[in-house]
T-cell receptor, first 111, second 114 residues
Framework: GDSVTQMEGPVTLSEEAFLTINCTYT??????LFWYVQYPGEGLQLLLK?????DKGSNKGFEATYRKETTSFHLEKGSVQVSDSAVYFC??????????FGKGTRLHILP | DAGVIQSPRHEVTEMGQEVTLRCKPISGHDYLFWYRQTMMRGLELLIYFNNNVPIDDSGMPEDRFSAKMPNASFSTLKIQPSEPRDSAVYFC????????????FGAGTRLSVL
């Protein structure tokens, strides 16, 4: 079945560092791919999405590119801030199926 | 729209008691999802509805758990009887469609069963 694998955390970085959170997927067909973010004490919210190969989703300085050849959707940000501390979930949605979430990666940004 | 609204935000109860969690989805959304989040197991889909009809309840852990959606604007998740291992954060989410659509999450209900 479809699945999502993302790097385990926690990931700890200093402010202004470069961030990469790896995500790979297994799916039949052509899924849509998502990154969701969960801030402390809140529910998940969409950060960005991509619906087809080579699409780049972007929001709040974060980017991820849909790579069909490597079945990946890595999340990147050039300069992280303390306010980016949260849990990040990679997810996919295949035709006629619900969203499948990865296990989440906790990110800590030190001032 | 106010978003997905869950109540209560926090619930503390004793083992064996009945617990009812409530959710109001975003108006016009046809799909409603219930999730459970724990440190050990991460985010788990319990059940989802389409147009008030349960479609997939394969994630419901056991018969102690039940969910209903009597109308398009209200859903409940009930645990009877509750056990300490049910302690978790329970999220409700809604979306317009199933495939490729954004899910909008509520703020969650943190349940503690003593």
């Amino acid at each position: 079945g479809d699945s999502v694998t993302q790097m385990e955390g926690p990931v700890t970085l200093s402010e202004e560092a470069f961030l990469t959170i790896n995500c790979t997927y297994t799916a039949t067909g052509y899924p849509s791919l998502f990154w969701y973010v969960q801030y402390p004490g809140e529910g998940l919210q969409l950060l960005l999405k991509a619906t087809k190969a080579d699409d780049k989703g972007s929001n709040k300085g974060f980017e991820a590119t849909y790579r069909k050849e490597t079945t990946s959707f890595h999340l990147e940000k050039g300069s992280v801030q303390v306010s980016d501390s949260a849990v990040y979930f990679c997810a996919l949605s295949s035709a006629n199926d619900k969203i499948i979430f990865g296990k989440g990666t906790r990110l800590h940004i030190l001032p | 729209d106010a978003g997905v609204i869950q109540s209560p935000r926090h619930e503390v109860t004793e083992m064996g008691q009945e617990v009812t969690l409530r959710c109001k989805p975003i108006s016009g959304h046809d799909y409603l999802f219930w999730y459970r989040q724990t440190m050990m197991r991460g985010l788990e889909l319990l059940i989802y509805f389409n147009n008030n009809v349960p479609i997939d309840d394969s994630g419901m852990p056991e018969d102690r758990f039940s969910a209903k959606m009597p109308n398009a604007s209200f859903s409940t998740l009930k645990i009877q009887p509750s056990e300490p291992r049910d302690s978790a954060v329970y999220f409700c989410a809604s979306s317009l469609e199933l495939w490729g659509n954004i899910q909008y999450f509520g703020a969650g209900t943190r349940l503690s069963v003593l």
